[in-house]
């Protein structure tokens, strides 16, 4: 009974956060099927920490929280493999075809913001795409909410001169 | 705060799942919650045997039972004659290492010299100690020659065998010089003295190897010797106690 109740819960936060947890994983790695994956295993791990009977206050922050922590996972592991490894363990580069299509999906606005640093790209993302309060983003990079508006307020300042 | 464009932002988040990868999503995502929800340990095959009472009753105490006799077996090893572990050092544990480390006569000859050579450390830490009282005296000096009667024995049994290497390497020499017998008498004596000069090296170099084993007996023997007179435990001691013993009486 108690189960179902969770499972309820949290396929309400899939409904609500799963276009911008996907988003999230996108725009970090540009890999459809990737941050497809890594979009599940976002919610998965949400469930397991739930099943732990685990207090999850802020939803919507605890899951940008699993997937940042995904995203710096994947970027370690790729940076720890050459590419000439994984050709030698028969991995293709991605195809002339879905390059073509990802080209496509990325908008000139993807770009200019990829060009942003890490930070000022997910801090301006956060605030200005998924309306996230400085608050909420405080409570994910674990910091104050004074220094994330500063932040926030030199990444507009950035963004600004690239979109110029 | 000033926002970005509106159009920049609105292209931003038309990035986002279609709405069959989005159902997809979830019932991959339902699929996993259930399955990892109704997900039982796994269950080694041999688990029954574990829980069976009589079965950890039996490892329980067969765990008791190896950690006390190895534990001390440990505390005999220090055990000097008159200890109450002394038994268990002698009984148990040095036959106990025979048993595993022993396989040739040689080993066996090597193995119960070190053990003549531990019975007589043994007598010499009791001296130091001061702790050889008549008793002690009479015991240590049965078990000390014992030791040594079984050393010899094996060396011996050593010996032999070099004995028996000397007989059959000679052997093939005595049967060629009678095939020699048949052909001509000077081809004969030219092998029969070949066959003189390769036996006299044989021979030779089987007197090496006794010498040698000899040498290693006598060591033993010598160092035997010097610590029974040390410790006042031989024979040639007894029997001049026993002598003059019988002196004084026949003065008497």
């Known amino acids: ?164 | 705060m000033e926002h970005p464009p509106h159009k920049f932002i609105e292209e931003l988040r038309s990035v986002a799942l279609t709405e069959s990868e989005r159902v997809a999503l979830r019932a991959s995502l339902l699929a996993k919650m259930r399955e990892g929800g109704a997900q039982r340990p796994v269950v080694s095959p041999w688990s029954h045997l574990f829980f069976s009472k009589r079965v950890q009753a039996g490892f329980l105490s067969m765990i008791i039972v190896m950690s006390y006799t190895s534990s001390v077996a440990f505390a005999a090893e220090g055990a000097l004659p008159g200890d109450i572990l002394y038994p268990i050092k002698t009984k148990v544990a040095e036959p106990v290492v025979r048993l595993v480390t022993v396989s040739t006569p040689a080993e066996e000859a090597k193995f119960e010299t070190k053990i003549l050579e531990r019975r007589l450390e043994e007598a010499e830490t009791l001296e130091q100690d001061k702790k050889l009282d008549q008793e002690l005296k009479r015991e240590v000096r049965e078990s000390v020659r014992a030791q040594s009667a079984k050393a010899k024995m094996k060396i011996k049994v050593v010996e032999d065998d070099d004995d028996e290497t000397f007989v059959i390497a000679a052997f093939p020499a005595a049967t060629s010089t009678s095939i020699v017998a048949t052909t001509t008498p000077k081809a004969k004596i030219e092998k029969v003295r070949e066959e003189k000069v390769r036996e006299k090296g044989t021979a030779q170099s089987v007197t090496k190897k006794r010498g040698k084993s000899e040498r290693a007996l006598n060591a033993v023997l010598e160092k035997h010797e010097r610590t029974l007179e040390k410790l006042d435990l031989g024979d040639e001691h007894e029997d001049r106690n026993e002598e003059s013993g019988s002196r004084g009486n026949r003065g008497r």
């Not at chain 1, 009974?1 to 947890?21: F, P, T, V």
């Not at chain 1, 990802?102 to 998924?130: M, P």
């Not at chain 1, 500063?150 to 963004?159: F, I, N, S, T």
């Open chain 1, 1 to 164: 009974m108690k189960d179902n109740s969770l499972e309820m819960e949290l396929l309400r936060a899939y409904d609500a956060h799963a276009d911008a947890i996907f988003r999230h994983c996108y725009f970090k790695t540009g890999e459809r099927e990737l941050a497809q994956d890594m979009t599940q295993d976002v919610f998965l791990k949400a469930w397991s920490y739930m099943q732990q009977k685990q207090q999850i206050l802020n939803m919507r922050a605890f899951l940008y929280r699993l997937a940042d922590n995904l995203v710096i996972d994947w970027y370690r592991k790729r940076k720890a493999t050459s590419l000439d490894a994984l050709v030698d363990d028969g991995f293709e580069p991605v195809s002339a075809e879905s390059r073509a299509e990802e080209r496509a999906e990325a908008s000139l606005a993807l770009a200019k913001l990829r060009e942003l640093g890490e930070d000022d790209q997910k801090l301006i993302t956060w605030r200005f795409v998924e309306d996230l309060s400085p608050k909420e983003i405080a409570e994910i990079v674990d910091q104050s909410e004074n220094v994330v508006s500063v932040r926030l307020h030199r990444a507009l300042k950035k963004l600004k001169s690239l979109l110029q």
